[in-house]
């Protein structure tokens, strides 16, 4: 009878620390939720609606997609996208990206820029993406205010080097792909 109390005693315990540490997650997932993913999701609630209120994402998407023509077009394209104050306006709900991409899309459809583009095109129109997420997302890894202020530019400055580089990859991949 000991031995089966003992074992039940143990198993309620075992029990106890899983609900206990179940409970406890909950509460830490709704804290960070309420802390840092409401803020940052009406922050970009805002972003998103000032972008299609006054056009900007038109204007710069008509802007932008004549550069979609040649290499060197793209390159610039994605340089321009990834500025680093510019990328985390750009960034939220990809309407900058969807607005070029649709642009674009049917200047592929219409064969007014040759399809050998069209991967490249992807990547120049997308260097944005994450910016905007870096501040919430080193938030919600706990990580110190030092690490935020040198993160984000990190981030920032790593994508506008990157977005380029990765055009040029994406052309160089492309050979022979719409043949």
Avoid: H
């Avoid at 620390?17 to 840092?36: K, L, P």
């Avoid at 900007?56 to 550069?67: C, E, F, K, M, T």
């Avoid at 490249?120 to 919430?136: E, K, R, S, T």
Wanted: charged share 10%.
């Amino acid at each position: 009878m000991k031995r089966i109390n003992k074992l039940l005693e143990t198993i309620g315990r075992g029990v106890g620390r899983v609900v206990g540490a179940m409970y406890q997650a909950g509460r830490e997932s709704i804290d960070q939720v309420i802390t840092n993913v409401l803020p940052f999701m009406a922050f970009i609630s805002l972003i998103i609606g000032i972008i299609l209120a006054t056009g900007v994402g038109d204007w710069i998407a008509n802007y932008l997609s004549p550069l979609a023509a040649s290499l060197l077009g793209l390159v610039v394209m994605s340089i321009i996208i990834a500025i680093p104050v510019l990328s985390p306006l750009l960034g939220p709900g990809a309407v900058i990206a969807q607005i070029i991409g649709t642009l674009l899309g049917t200047q592929f459809a219409t064969g007014a820029i040759p399809a050998q583009y069209a991967l490249p095109a992807l990547f120049a129109i997308n260097p944005q993406v994450g910016c905007d997420f870096i501040p919430v997302g080193l938030a919600l890894g706990e990580a110190e205010p030092e690490t935020v202020e040198v993160g984000v530019p990190a981030v920032l400055f790593s994508r506008f080097v990157t977005g380029p580089v990765s055009v040029v990859l994406a052309y160089l991949a492309s050979f022979g792909m719409y043949q």
